[in-house]
């Protein structure tokens, strides 16, 4: 991810051959392995169930959103271009995402 960021200042905020695919790439992963440890962590006749649906829900919700905005940003607004303001609103995202989760869950 970090090598994605440095290609992209060097590039003049232009994504490069890296990309935001990489980053993309490495999140859909490590959701994919954190999904299969969770998993294989529990033991074969031991069942387990979501008990704050509504907060799995808005982390569901979030999670296909930002899927979503880093498509908009990358190929619609500003093709292959990541100006300032979509930068600081996709960090903006987390406190937001936070906030709801916190909300959702009282």
């Not at 994504?15 to 033991?43: E, R």
């Not at 649906?53 to 271009?81: E, G």
């Not at 300032?84 to 960090?91: D, S």
């Amino acid at each position: 991810i970090l090598l994605s960021v440095v290609e992209t200042l060097k590039n003049g905020n232009f994504s490069g051959d890296i990309g935001p695919s990489t980053i993309l790439g490495s999140a859909a992963f490590n959701l994919f392995m954190i999904v299969a440890a969770c998993i294989s962590a529990i033991p074969t006749p031991d069942t387990r169930c979501i008990d704050a649906v509504p907060v799995f829900f808005v982390t569901a919700m979030f999670s296909i959103l930002a899927y979503a905005w880093m498509v908009i940003i990358v190929d619609v607004i500003t093709p292959n271009v990541i100006d300032v303001w979509e930068a600081v609103m996709t960090l903006l995202m987390l406190p937001i995402f936070v906030a709801v989760s916190y909300a959702t869950d009282k």
